[in-house]
């Protein structure tokens, strides 16, 4: 899918790790979804998010960043090039 974009590829990942009603905001870049359970959020900092490529971007959802929103459940998920932050939402 060459003209994927990358919330596109984000909204698909988190559909097939069994979130549901997902929303994206711009400003912050933050989906809010839901498991059915709880409701969790994942943020990515606006440089991260722009200069990551898609593939990695794709690579670093299935590794690190669905098994982060799916351990922490309710909280959000932070995500810059420092790495990955839990935060209780507010």
Known sequence: MPDTTKNEA?????NSA???RITLSVIPKCFVCENGLSRSELEFSRSYFNDTPLLMLRAMMQEKIIPALTEHQGKKVYVTARG???ISRT
Do not use: E, K, P, R
């Not at 984000?10 to 988190?14: C, H, P, Q, S, V």
């Open 18 to 20: 069994g979130f549901q």
């Open 84 to 86: 990955i932050s839990i």
């Open 10 to 14: 984000i909204i698909a990942t988190l």
